[in-house]
């Protein structure tokens, strides 16, 4: 089958790429490996959950210019969250109430830094005596949390940017989710004469002459004169190129990919709301040191679901363990954190599920950040190989949204825009 453009992957990059190449005329199609479209964006099953819960993909952070734009195209609508952050920390619970130990400090050394180096050897080198073991400790929580980043990996002058260089702070979701967003893009997608083949699995990309072919594992060919490379990251290597891209196999591998396990636990009850003597009604996130570090409500609305978060390292440890063993440590973080009998938490679960992105085969991960050596890999990446082969997605983006829907979408855009302004 011959098109103009082929583009692997129907995440959000590869979708919104699709639909503006569709609109300028192009012949596209998409191949996409799984059996859906969204990638890491993962609606699941509104019935079990009550609301439109998301396995990927949930908030949209900042300005998000994009997301915001194509949310208000779509006719879907954004919430603020603003519930309360608690944080459970040595057994004490304490809301709203934990600001960076040393932060001025910490920001003193982070705007006089003039080389980068990893977070944790920044840590070593000038917060190494005992009493700033709190705020390492808080440093490491937060860019594990957050970042998903392994803070052995992860650049120092990245993470300044991000905390020091201004920009919105506010988190919003879309009241429809995520997935609903790229159901949307399809449609717009299908509207512009873009075809999508699902369980279609690249296996091989040959560049030759006036034209690039591509071999699905099942033995289906496609030719196109140009190809854009949508999948993540760690997943690049798996694709065989000839002739072979040392220089973009290289570039991939300096940027770094963070993991996360995502669960969501539907209940009975909010029977959290009063656990320790405490008000925990307008709870939106709560903080700890427990394997499931992180869990937060779909606060304002009261549905009695929680989603957990085992981030980072963490992830990586637990990627090869069953749900039902993953399931046993959320029951362990609820009933340490909120004082309860975990038998008493096991019995209030209506409906539960554990999306382990680490063993994804199609994604191997949750989303990017960027080490010490990533500034060498994205420019490599962001140019074409022989003006053809184009690489977009998350990591991708040139601006400061990596590793987010927003950067996703952004670079599926630029991409798109690329390619038509050479043609
Ligand atoms: C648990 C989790 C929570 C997140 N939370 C947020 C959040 O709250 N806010 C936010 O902005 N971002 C969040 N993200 C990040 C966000 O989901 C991603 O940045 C974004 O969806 C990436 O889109 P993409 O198109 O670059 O990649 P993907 O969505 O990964 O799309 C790539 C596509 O390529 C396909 N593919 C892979 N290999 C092949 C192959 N060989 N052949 C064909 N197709 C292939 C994949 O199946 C996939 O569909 C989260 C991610 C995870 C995992």
């Not at 490996?33 to 396995?55: S, T």
Request: with cysteine.
């Amino acid at each position: 089958m011959k098109s103009n453009i082929i583009i692997i992957g129907a995440g959000a990059a590869g979708l919104m790429a699709a639909r503006e190449l569709g609109k300028a005329g192009k012949k596209v199609i998409i191949l996409e490996a799984r059996d859906r479209i969204g990638g890491r964006i993962f609606p699941l099953d509104e019935k079990e959950f009550g609301y439109p819960a998301q396995g990927g993909a949930e908030f949209a952070h900042g300005e998000a210019h994009i997301t915001k734009a194509l949310a208000k195209e779509a006719g879907m609508t954004l919430i603020l969250t603003q519930g309360d952050m608690w944080n459970s920390r040595d057994g004490e619970v304490t809301v709203n109430s934990e600001p960076i130990p040393n932060q001025d400090e910490l920001h003193k050394k982070l705007r006089e830094l003039k080389s980068d180096l990893p977070i944790a050897e920044f840590l070593e080198k000038y917060f190494s005596e005992e009493k700033y073991a709190r705020l390492r400790n808080s440093i490491i929580r937060m860019v594990e949390g957050y970042d998903a980043g392994d803070v052995n990996r992860i650049s120092t002058f990245t993470l300044r940017e991000e905390w020091l260089g201004g920009g919105e702070w506010l988190q919003y979701r879309i009241k429809e989710g995520y997935g609903a967003m790229l159901k949307f893009l399809e449609r717009e997608c299908r509207k512009n004469g873009v075809e999508i083949q699902l369980n279609a699995i690249v296996k091989e990309v040959e560049a030759k002459d006036d034209i690039i072919v591509v071999r699905t594992a099942d033995g289906d060919i496609f030719e196109a004169e140009k190809v854009v490379v949508t999948v993540p990251v760690p997943v690049i290597s798996g694709i065989n190129f000839i002739p072979a891209i040392p220089e973009k196999m290289e570039a991939a591998s300096k940027i770094g990919f963070g993991n996360v396990i995502k669960l969501l636990i539907r209940f009975k009850n909010r029977w959290w709301v009063n656990a320790l003597g405490k008000d925990f009604s307008e709870m939106d996130f709560i903080f700890s040191g427990e394997e499931v570090r992180t869990w937060w409500t779909q606060y304002p609305d009261l549905v009695p679901v929680l989603t957990g978060w085992i981030p980072g390292p963490r992830a990586e440890k637990y990627k090869n363990s069953s749900d039902k063993d993953i399931l046993e440590l959320a029951l362990d973080s609820l009933s340490n954190v909120f004082k309860v009998d975990r038998e008493f938490v096991r019995k209030e679960i209506v409906a539960s599920k554990i999306v382990n992105w680490p063993a994804d085969p199609y994604a191997k991960g949750a989303y990017s950040y960027s080490t010490t050596e990533s500034e060498e890999g994205y420019e490599e990446l962001r140019k074409p190989a022989g003006n053809k082969i184009f690489f977009a997605g998350e990591a991708l983006y040139a601006g400061k949204d990596t590793a987010t829907v927003e950067g996703a979408l952004a670079s599926g855009l630029e991409t798109a825009r690329k390619i038509l302004k050479h043609d």
